[in-house]
């Protein structure tokens, strides 16, 4: 428990409990975007966010906004939030953490009967899970200016992704970029074990990774398994191992330094996968992950020269690694980190920096608004799976530094107007 906070963990219990409730039948907990259980389970938001004292809309971008107005709304809007969407089977505290702690971040002002000087706004962000339409972070694109218009026509089961945002309450021709944003926070669990492992409450976010992904197609020769000398052949297999070991090896190198690095071959498919024929050709897809550009460019550059080399070693053609698609790293708000860092002290929390491997609603925002964010701890390092848990007490710790940044914010922005 929290001394001295007008948070109240039992309320975030509560909620998070009703919405874990609203899920597909048999398959917990499953609430994706644009479905009829993702409708209902903003219905209860909605009604949740009255109660906090918002008044409730969806916008054009089809993200619910529950607003509270400040004593001087001409100074701008402080935005909390994250979303309430779900993978299939994820769990009850991915996005949902920070839409409920948000939510009790408006509660415990009104109870105190703060009004603040800023209008504030809950968010709960439209489709930041993959969605049915194999896109992610729709709504916080949408306000944000960066959802590309070739996105609209996207499809699934017959619907367009305008008609779908449509469908939600939102208006996907009109332009929906804020500008009287001036500062947006989220909470969210860090689907990862490092603050369970260093028995930390907090993870001051420093950056949201970029995200880089390379495929690379080693083209061997197919050749019968059983007559084929082993000196003369030419297997994309063994060829393709090299390169996978290569990647974790550099992976490992760039890692040890302080900022956050990681690399994966996600993707493998080896043809023509036959027991009694050398493997001809693999595809690969490695996705990289870096706080710092210049790691992610150190990676690009020493995989180009290791495939290099890793083919004339075996004699299999590898091709040049190709960037399918390549995201620079969003750093956050040096300001509000040092703001959060502060309230995180005077909350009790015990705290570190450290980036998000995850990308997130924040990595947008950041577009438009000084953005920061914060993790909570999550039990083993699980999410996106059922068994995805985080205390009470951590969310409610969280949200008491959120609600000591907001109060701190405040008055804050307004010297630097
Ligand atoms: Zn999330």
Redesign the pocket.
């Known amino acids: 428990m929290i001394a001295n906070t007008p948070i109240r963990a039992e309320r975030i219990a509560s909620d998070i409990a009703a919405l874990a409730e609203i899920t597909e039948p048999g398959r917990p907990y499953t609430r994706r975007a644009f479905t009829p259980k993702f409708l209902e389970g903003r219905a209860w938001l909605e009604q949740a966010m009255r109660g906090a004292g918002a008044v409730t809309q969806i916008d054009v971008a089809g993200n619910l906004i529950g607003t509270i107005p400040g004593r001087h709304p001409e100074l701008g809007t402080i935005m909390l939030g994250?979303?309430s969407d779900t993978v299939p089977d994820g769990g009850r505290f991915?996005?949902i953490a920070?839409v409920i702690a948000a939510l009790e971040v408006a509660r415990a002002l009104r109870d105190q009967g703060v009004v603040l000087d800023h209008t504030l706004e809950v968010a709960d962000f439209l489709a930041?899970?993959v969605s049915i339409f194999g896109v992610s972070c729709i709504g916080s694109r949408g306000i944000t200016g960066t959802r590309p218009a070739e996105w609209l026509a996207r499809q699934s089961d017959g619907v367009t992704l305008e008609g779908a945002i449509g469908a939600v309450g939102g208006n996907a021709q009109r332009l929906g970029q804020r500008d009287d944003i001036k500062a947006f926070l989220e909470l969210?669990?860090e689907?990862g074990p490092v603050l369970q492992e260093q028995k930390l409450d907090v993870g001051v976010v420093t950056a949201i990774a970029g995200i880089t992904r390379i495929e690379i197609i080693v083209e061997g020769r197919a050749d019968h398994a059983g007559t084929t000398p082993m000196g003369s052949r030419k297997d994309a297999l063994s060829t393709a191992a090299w390169i996978a070991l290569g990647v974790e090896e550099l992976g490992k190198a760039l890692a040890s330094g302080t900022a956050h690095f990681a690399a994966t071959v996600g993707e493998f498919e080896m043809t023509p996968n036959a027991a009694n024929v050398v493997p001809a050709r693999v595809r690969m897809l490695i996705d990289a992950r870096a706080e710092l550009r210049e790691d992610m460019e150190r990676f690009i550059d020493e995989l180009d020269k290791g495939v290099v080399a890793i083919a004339e070693k075996t004699g299999v053609t590898v091709s040049v690694p190709r960037l399918v698609s390549d995201n620079p790293p969003t750093p956050c708000d040096p300001d509000l980190l040092d703001i959060l860092d502060q309230a995180c002290e005077s909350a009790g929390a015990r705290h570190r920096r450290m980036a998000s491997g995850?990308g997130?609603?924040t990595a947008w925002m950041a577009r438009i608004t000084k953005a920061a964010m914060i993790f909570v701890p999550c039990v083993d390092g699980r999410?996106h799976a059922p068994d995805e848990f985080a205390t009470t007490d951590d969310i409610a710790l969280g949200a008491a530094v959120l609600l000591d940044t907001v109060r701190a914010l405040d008055a804050k922005l307004q010297e630097e107007n």
Request: aromatic share 0%.
């Open positions: 994250s979303h991915d996005g920070g930041e899970e969210h669990i689907q995850a997130h609603d999410s």
